[in-house]
T-cell receptor, first 116, second 114 residues
């Protein structure tokens, strides 16, 4: 089974702190994604990456950056955390090619971040 | 631009009954895929079912079926014989054309009553 692992399930940070959210997948997927989930808004895409060192902005990239130095690892960085970044963060991955099954995203368990 | 609309923030269904969760979409891509995910209270997103825009038959996976009406741009999820374990948040999503990412709706919280 494909596994997507997010390093922290719960984090509490202070305003202005730098925050790293780590995500690792073990099935050699080309594509990796960071979504943010808020009640009533569903999942919104922050950034995604389709190859090592490649990244593209999603719908809400402001206040975030990402890093993909190795194929299996995709990190989300909050340079200076703010209270409006309190949210659930979901990492996901999928293969780059293939049939319909290649379209299916596999998600991690999520990281719930609280910024005080 | 792609958009997914789920108009039911919350739904209740009696155990063993069928329930339909609504989803409408908007895209200008002729080729696209539609997905449903389930998110239990534990938080992990679980893939349920997929429908391609050129698929002739409605997708089915066990108790889940996708009622795909292309002309109406709707992709409703039907859960037959609801179980208590079906209580969860359900998200409709789509991937259009050459897009790499999925666009999600706002979700429907389903509660199955005993």
């Amino acid at each position: 089974d494909v596994k997507v692992t997010q390093s922290s399930r719960y984090l509490v940070k202070r305003t202005g702190e730098k925050v790293f959210l780590e995500c690792v997948q073990d099935m050699d997927h080309e594509n990796m994604f960071w979504y943010r989930q808020d009640p009533g808004l569903g999942l919104r895409l922050i950034y995604f990456s389709y190859d090592v060192k490649m990244k593209e902005k999603g719908d809400i990239p402001e206040g975030y950056s990402v890093s993909r130095e190795k194929k299996e690892r995709f990190s989300l960085i909050l340079e200076s955390a703010s209270t409006n970044q309190t949210s659930m963060y979901l990492c996901a991955s999928r293969p780059g090619t293939g049939g319909a099954g290649a379209n299916v995203l596999t998600f991690g368990a999520g990281s719930r971040l609280t910024v005080l | 631009a792609q958009k997914i609309t789920q108009t039911q923030p919350g739904m209740f269904v009696q155990e063993k009954e069928a329930v339909t969760l609504d989803c409408t979409y908007d895209t200008s891509d002729p080729s696209y895929g539609l997905f449903w995910y389930k998110q239990p209270s534990s938080g992990e997103m679980i893939f349920l079912i997929y429908q391609g825009s050129y698929d002739q038959q409605n997708a089915t996976e066990g108790r889940y079926s996708l009622n795909f009406q292309k002309a109406r741009k709707s992709a409703n999820l039907v859960i037959s014989a609801s179980q208590l374990g079906d209580s969860a948040m359900y998200f409709c999503a789509m991937r259009g054309g050459s897009a790499r990412q999925l666009t999600f709706g706002s979700g429907t919280q389903l509660t199955v009553l005993p």
